[in-house]
C-alpha cells in the first residue's frame, strides 16, 4: 500500500487528558467541535453541534434569573429525610408560569403539589423528575384559572414576568388551596428531541434565535444556526443540551428539517413523533414473520379448536372498518336457554412469543391486521344463558367460524327494525338486542357510569384526503348491543385468566377519582339547582340520571361530558403486583381487555394466558413473571395514553383543514367553563371545543369578573354562567402558523366594551404576540 493510499486514523474526543495523550503518541486529534469545525464544506454541521454551555457554565455577562440547583447527593438525603419530595414534574398547558409535581410513593398527603412563577419553576421542564421543596402554609395558592402563553419576544425582560406571576395572586378561597412548592433540584432529565418552528431573530445577520417547541408545555430553546432563512417557515427537530442559570430560556441544537408547516405530510409527522408514535416501516425480520399468502387452514392449525362454521355468525362495525376483529352468535338450544358466543381474531395464533413481529408489537402497544380469508381462526367466549340474560355456564374455545355476514351498525339496526326480514342473521341480532338490554341495566343498576363524550367523524375526499364533512358521531342500539357483549366477554375472561393465574394475570383497573375532582362538576350543577353526589359510583349515577331540566334537554349531557373530565385514566396492571382490582366506570369488580387483539397488545398476551389456561398452547417464562408483566404494563398505558393524545391531535390538525375553506361559521355552543379571562366552550354540531377570549391585541381591556363557586365570569355588564347557551363565531386563525388554532369570537349574547382599563390584577393584556409573524 503506497503513503497515498494509507487510511489517515482520526481520534475524537471531548476528554482533555485523552486528546493529549493522542497528540503525545503522534495520533491526529480532535474535539468533536474542533473537528466538524474543519469541515469547511459542510458549514451547516456546525448547527448540529451541542451547546457547550449547561447547566454549570453560565454565558458570560447575564443577569442571574434562577436559583442554583442542589447537587443531587444533597437532594437524595434531602428526600430520605423528608426535607424535599421527589415527583415529576407536568407543565401546565394553559399557563406557563405554573405545574404540577406528581409526588413518587404511596402517602396520600401532598400526592400533587402546585408550582407557580418562574424561580420557583426552576428551569424544570415537563416530564422531568424534579426535588421540591413545600412553602410553609401561608405561601400556598389554588390552582391558576388564568390562561397565559409565552409569546413574548424580549426573551431576557423578566420584569414582564414579573408582572405576569402578579396575575397569578388574586383573592382566592381558602378552600381552595392547595399543597405548593418550589423546584430545588432535577433528579433525573427527561428531554427529548422537540418539533416546532424557528422564530427569526429581528437582528441582521444574527445566528442566535429562538425556537418554538409545538407542545405549549415545553419552553422556548435558544439556538445559533447560519440556516435560519432556511429554515424559517419549516417544522424542524431541535435538541435540548443545558439550561444556566442567567438565561431566561434553555439553549440547544438544531437536528433535523422535517418540511414545510401546514403541509399535511409533514404535519402528520409532527404530530406522530410528539407523540412518541412508533411509525417507521415494518422490517424484513418483522414481516418475514407473516404468514405466506396465499395461506389456508391447515390440519395443525385444526388441533385443539373447535369447528363453529355451522353457527351464524355475524360481525358488526363502523362503517369502513377493515379491521375486523369481533364476530357474534345467538341461537337457542335444546334444553330452551340460549347459547351467545363472543367469537374474536385469534391473533395470537400467528405472534409467538419473542419472535421479530412479537417484540416489534410490544414496543408499538398495536398489531398488524392479518387477513386469513373467509374461514377465520378465533378465540370463542360462549355462554349458556336463559331468558334473563343470566349465565348459567361459560365456556372458552379456539375456534374456526365462518362469518355469514358483515354489517355496519345502521345495517344491523335496520334488520333489526325491519318488519319483513327474518332469516337467521336477523333472528340472532334481535336475541342479541333482546339480552343486550336486559344486561345494560343490570350494569347501570350495580353503579356503572353513563357518560359523553362530543366524537366527531370526517367525510374525506376521495382525491385529496381533506376532510369536506363533519359530524358528531351518532350511536344507535346496534352500538351499544356490541358493545354489551364485549364488555361481558372482557369480564368473563378476567376471572378466568385470574383464578388460573392469580400472581400474574394482566387485568385492567379505573380508580375512583378524588373527591377534589368533582368539584367543577358539583358547583356547576348547583348553579342549575341540581344536587350530583360523588360519594360513590352508584350515588353519582342516580344522581345524573335525576339530572333533567324539561326546558333544557342537552343539560344532562353536558352534566356527562363534564363527568368524564373528572375521571382518572384507566390503566393495565399485574395482578401480582397490585390488591385494587375494581373498574369504576364499569362498576366491576375484575376487567381486562380480550376483545381488540388487532389493534391492542394487551389483548395479545391475554389471548395467550386464557390458551395456557384452557390447555390450547403452552406457557413460557415471562409469561409468568410478574415483574416483567408489570413493566410491560408501564409501557402499555404509557402507549395508550399517547395514542389517545395523538388522536385528539390529529382530530384538531382535520378540524382546521375542515375549517380552512369555510371563512367565518356561526354555530350555537355552551359554556363548559369559566375561567378568569376566558370561557371554553363546546359546539354539539361538530364536537369541538374552544376558547372565547375577552382581551384583544392593542384594544382596552375589559372590565372581568371571575366568580369561582357559582362558576360564572361577568364581561362589563353581562355574566356568564357555565352551561349558558351562546352563540359564536368560528373561523381558523393562521396568523401564528405554528399554532394554527379555531377562534371563537362570542356573538350573543353581545357584550358592550366600555373604553375604560381595568385595574383588577386578573385582568391584564394576553402576553404580547411576536412583533413580527412567520410566514407561511
Known amino acids: 500500500m503506497t503513503d497515498e493510499e494509507k487510511i489517515q486514523v482520526i481520534f475524537l474526543t471531548n476528554d482533555r487528558i485523552n486528546k493529549e495523550k493522542a497528540l503525545e503518541e503522534g495520533i491526529t486529534a480532535y474535539t468533536c467541535e474542533e473537528y466538524i469545525k474543519s469541515l469547511t464544506a459542510n458549514p451547516e454541521l456546525v448547527d448540529r453541534l451541542a451547546c457547550v454551555s449547561d447547566e454549570g457554565k453560565e454565558i458570560e455577562g447575564g443577569k442571574i434569573i434562577f436559583p442554583e440547583h442542589i447537587p443531587l447527593s444533597k437532594l437524595q438525603q434531602g428526600i430520605k429525610s423528608g426535607i424535599y419530595l421527589q415527583g415529576t414534574y407536568r407543565a401546565n398547558r394553559e399557563n406557563y408560569l405554573e405545574a404540577t409535581v406528581w409526588v413518587h410513593g404511596d402517602a396520600e398527603e401532598n400526592k400533587e403539589i402546585i408550582v407557580q412563577g418562574l424561580k420557583h419553576l426552576n428551569r424544570a421542564i415537563h416530564e422531568d423528575v424534579v426535588a421540591v421543596e413545600l412553602l410553609a402554609k401561608d405561601e400556598w395558592v389554588a390552582p391558576s384559572s388564568v390562561v397565559l402563553q409565552d409569546d413574548g419576544q424580549n426573551e431576557e425582560n423578566i420584569e414582564n414576568e414579573e408582572e405576569k406571576e402578579n396575575i397569578l395572586k388574586t383573592s382566592i378561597n381558602k378552600d381552595m388551596l392547595r399543597p405548593t412548592g418550589r423546584v430545588v433540584g432535577i433528579i433525573k432529565r427527561n428531554w427529548r428531541p422537540y418539533c416546532g418552528m424557528l422564530s427569526k431573530s429581528q437582528i441582521k445577520e444574527a445566528r442566535r434565535h429562538l425556537f418554538t417547541p ?15 432563512d432556511t429554515l424559517e417557515g419549516q417544522r424542524i427537530i431541535v435538541a435540548i443540551d443545558g439550561w444556566p442559570r442567567n438565561s431566561r430560556y434553555p439553549n440547544g441544537h438544531f437536528v433535523k428539517n422535517l418540511g414545510s408547516a401546514g403541509d399535511k405530510e409533514t404535519e402528520t409527522e409532527v404530530l406522530l413523533l410528539e407523540h412518541d408514535v412508533p411509525h417507521q416501516a415494518f422490517s424484513q425480520a418483522v414481516l418475514s414473520f407473516l404468514p405466506k399468502m396465499p395461506w389456508s387452514i391447515t390440519e395443525e392449525d ?7 362454521r355451522h353457527l351464524s355468525v ?13 364476530a357474534l352468535h345467538y341461537r337457542e338450544i335444546e334444553n330452551g336457554n340460549l347459547e351467545v358466543g363472543v367469537h374474536i381474531a385469534d391473533v395470537s395464533h400467528f405472534i409467538r412469543p419473542g419472535n421479530a413481529l ?7 402497544g398495536t398489531t398488524v391486521y392479518l387477513l386469513v380469508g373467509f374461514s377465520l381462526l378465533a378465540f370463542s367466549c360462549i355462554w349458556e344463558m336463559n331468558h334473563k340474560a343470566e349465565i348459567l355456564k361459560t365456556r372458552f374455545t379456539k375456534s374456526i367460524i365462518n362469518s355469514k355476514a358483515s354489517l355496519t351498525y345502521a345495517e344491523a339496526q335496520m334488520r333489526i327494525d325491519s318488519a319483513t326480514m327474518n332469516d337467521d342473521i336477523t333472528t340472532s ?29 370526517f367525510h374525506m375526499d376521495s382525491e385529496t384526503h381533506d376532510p369536506i364533512d363533519l359530524q358528531t358521531k351518532e350511536l344507535k342500539e346496534t352500538n351499544s348491543m356490541v358493545e354489551e357483549f364485549m364488555l361481558l366477554a372482557n369480564i368473563s375472561v378476567a376471572q378466568k385468566i385470574y383464578d388460573e393465574f392469580p400472581e400474574f394475570a394482566l387485568l385492567r383497573k379505573h380508580p375512583a377519582p378524588p373527591p377534589s375532582n368533582y368539584d367543577i362538576l358539583v358547583k356547576a350543577a348547583k348553579s342549575k339547582n341540581l344536587e350530583i353526589k360523588t360519594d360513590s359510583a352508584k350515588a353519582l349515577a342516580e344522581s345524573l340520571d335525576k339530572a333533567e331540566s324539561p326546558t333544557f334537554p342537552y343539560l344532562n349531557t353536558l352534566l356527562r361530558i363534564l363527568t368524564t373530565r373528572c375521571m382518572m385514566q384507566a390503566v393495565y396492571f399485574c395482578s401480582g403486583m397490585d390488591n385494587d382490582f375494581h373498574h369504576y366506570g364499569l362498576a366491576s369488580p375484575i376487567y381486562t381487555h380480550f376483545t381488540s387483539p388487532i389493534r391492542r397488545y394487551a389483548d395479545i398476551i391475554v389471548h395467550r394466558l386464557l390458551a395456557v389456561a384452557i390447555g390450547a398452547d403452552s406457557t413460557y417464562p415471562e409469561l409468568t413473571d410478574k415483574h416483567k408483566l408489570a413493566e410491560m404494563c408501564k409501557n402499555l398505558n404509557y402507549r395508550h395514553k399517547m395514542a389517545q393524545y395523538a388522536q385528539r391531535a390529529s382530530v384538531a390538525f382535520h378540524t382546521q383543514l375542515f375549517f380552512k375553506t369555510k371563512g367565518v361559521v356561526n354555530e350555537d355552543a355552551y359554556i363548559l367553563f369559566v375561567r378568569k ?15 372565547v377570549f375577552f382581551e384583544e391585541k392593542d384594544k382596552p381591556t375589559p372590565k372581568l369578573e371571575y366568580n369561582s363557586e357559582v362558576p360564572s365570569l361577568t364581561v362589563e355588564d353581562t355574566t356568564l354562567h357555565v352551561f349558558d347557551k351562546v352563540k359564536v363565531n368560528i373561523m381558523l386563525d393562521d396568523s401564528n402558523i405554528q399554532h394554527q388554532k379555531m377562534r371563537m369570537v362570542l356573538v350573543e349574547p353581545k357584550v358592550r366594551h366600555k373604553i375604560v382599563r381595568t385595574t383588577l390584577s386578573f385582568s391584564n393584556d394576553e402576553p404580547k404576540k411576536k412583533k413580527k409573524k412567520l410566514q407561511k
Open 214 to 228: 409545538a407542545d405549549r408545555r415545553i419552553p422556548r430553546i435558544r439556538i445559533e444556526t447560519r440556516q435560519a
Open 302 to 308: 385444526m388441533k385443539h379448536r373447535e369447528d363453529l
Open 314 to 326: 355475524c360481525s358488526v362495525d363502523p362503517p369502513g372498518c377493515t379491521d375486523i376483529d369481533d
Open 358 to 364: 412479537d417484540e416489534e408489537s410490544v414496543k408499538r
Open 429 to 457: 341480532l334481535r336475541g342479541l338486542n333482546k339480552l343486550a338490554k336486559i344486561l345494560k341495566k343490570k350494569r347501570i343498576d350495580n353503579g356503572a357510569l353513563t357518560l359523553a363524550s362530543p366524537e366527531v367523524r
Open 677 to 691: 379571562n376566558a370561557v371554553v366552550v363546546l359546539i354539539p354540531k361538530y364536537g369541538l371545543e374552544g376558547t
